[in-house]
């Protein structure tokens, strides 16, 4: 049975012309399913608040992911595009829009998505400039629910100095990154697909193995690849969709539970 595949397959490879084959990626299906539904899911996306300093930030518990990078890098715009809502987050032409930190829930208040003011916009007034980097930075640092971030880069003007600060700053805490290069449009697709090669291999250089995709907010690229990554690092189920039965889960009783650390105890002996 084996022999005879086999050989069918040989035979079919000494006839084949010999043409360039094209090895078109074919949609996984399971992954176009649960990127369809994240981004179903990222669209209950609600305003929850915005605060100007740590201590004045929603509760910290559950999970949150945070978009960040320089001011002007498109951070309001993805999150609009993402969560499919034009005004969610305040997007502008003028740099420096986003003053505050901005905390959107998702489906519930323990699952968020933030929005940060941008770092490295020079028109700001150096005072001003000085206390948000100060409430930036004991975010990063302080913030328990933070999971994660979403970096985002113009495309154009990839990995400034802060850029790398924050990778390694990152790394150090042990949060994961996904990177965006962001306005592809303004990119033809063989610069924009060298400028991804090329920010790829420095963040090898650099030892970081962070996730990297090429995004536009004005024509969409890459919405669901930034949707698959949000909700599977915010550990969203397709589950979590279906009709929940409370009283399918069995019920643990104590005597369980003793066995179990019994078994677990024996097998790491
Ligand atoms: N061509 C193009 N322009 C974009 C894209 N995303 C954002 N922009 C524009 O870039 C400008 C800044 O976008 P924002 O989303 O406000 O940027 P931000 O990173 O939130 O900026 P701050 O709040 O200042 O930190 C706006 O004029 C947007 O319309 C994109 O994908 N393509
Ligand atoms: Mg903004």
Redesign the pocket.
Same mark, same amino acid.
């Given at each position: 049975m084996h022999r005879n595949s086999g050989k069918s397959r040989n035979s079919r490879v000494s006839n084949t012309p010999k043409t360039k084959i094209s090895y078109e990626k074919k949609a996984d299906p399971a992954i176009s399913e649960y990127s369809t539904a994240s981004l179903n899911w990222l669209r209950q996306a609600e305003f929850l608040m915005s605060a100007p300093k740590l201590n004045l930030c929603v509760e910290d518990t559950g999970y949150e992911i945070a978009f960040a990078g320089r001011s002007n890098a498109g951070?309001?715009s993805a999150i609009n595009a993402l969560t499919n809502q034009k005004q969610l #987050? *305040? #997007?502008s032409k003028r740099p420096g *829009?986003?003053q505050m930190i901005n905390f959107f829930s998702l489906g519930n208040p323990d699952q968020r998505l933030v929005?940060l003011p941008?770092y490295g916009y020079a028109a700001v007034p150096e005072a001003m400039k000085i206390v948000w980097q100060k409430e930036l930075e004991n975010y990063l640092i302080h913030r328990k629910s933070l999971q994660g971030l979403v970096l985002l880069m113009d495309i154009r003007h990839p990995l400034q100095h802060f850029d790398v600060m924050m990778l390694e700053w990152a790394y150090s805490r042990k949060l994961f990154v996904h990177v965006l290069l962001t306005k592809s449009d303004k990119l033809n697709r063989g610069p924009a697909s060298k400028a991804l090669l090329d920010v790829q291999q420095q963040l090898k250089k650099m030892k970081l193995q962070f996730s990297i995709q090429l995004f536009s907010s004005l024509n969409r690229q890459g919405l669901e690849e930034l949707a698959s990554v949000m909700a599977g690092r915010l550990n969203y189920t397709l589950e979590q969709t279906a009709e929940f039965d409370l009283d399918a889960i069995p019920t643990i009783s104590e005597d369980d539970v003793e066995t179990e650390t019994e078994a677990d105890q024996s097998t790491e002996q």
């Amino acid at each position: 049975m084996h022999r005879n595949s086999g050989k069918s397959r040989n035979s079919r490879v000494s006839n084949t012309p010999k043409t360039k084959i094209s090895y078109e990626k074919k949609a996984d299906p399971a992954i176009s399913e649960y990127s369809t539904a994240s981004l179903n899911w990222l669209r209950q996306a609600e305003f929850l608040m915005s605060a100007p300093k740590l201590n004045l930030c929603v509760e910290d518990t559950g999970y949150e992911i945070a978009f960040a990078g320089r001011s002007n890098a498109g951070k309001s715009s993805a999150i609009n595009a993402l969560t499919n809502q034009k005004q969610l #987050a *305040r #997007a502008s032409k003028r740099p420096g *829009r986003t003053q505050m930190i901005n905390f959107f829930s998702l489906g519930n208040p323990d699952q968020r998505l933030v929005d940060l003011p941008g770092y490295g916009y020079a028109a700001v007034p150096e005072a001003m400039k000085i206390v948000w980097q100060k409430e930036l930075e004991n975010y990063l640092i302080h913030r328990k629910s933070l999971q994660g971030l979403v970096l985002l880069m113009d495309i154009r003007h990839p990995l400034q100095h802060f850029d790398v600060m924050m990778l390694e700053w990152a790394y150090s805490r042990k949060l994961f990154v996904h990177v965006l290069l962001t306005k592809s449009d303004k990119l033809n697709r063989g610069p924009a697909s060298k400028a991804l090669l090329d920010v790829q291999q420095q963040l090898k250089k650099m030892k970081l193995q962070f996730s990297i995709q090429l995004f536009s907010s004005l024509n969409r690229q890459g919405l669901e690849e930034l949707a698959s990554v949000m909700a599977g690092r915010l550990n969203y189920t397709l589950e979590q969709t279906a009709e929940f039965d409370l009283d399918a889960i069995p019920t643990i009783s104590e005597d369980d539970v003793e066995t179990e650390t019994e078994a677990d105890q024996s097998t790491e002996q």
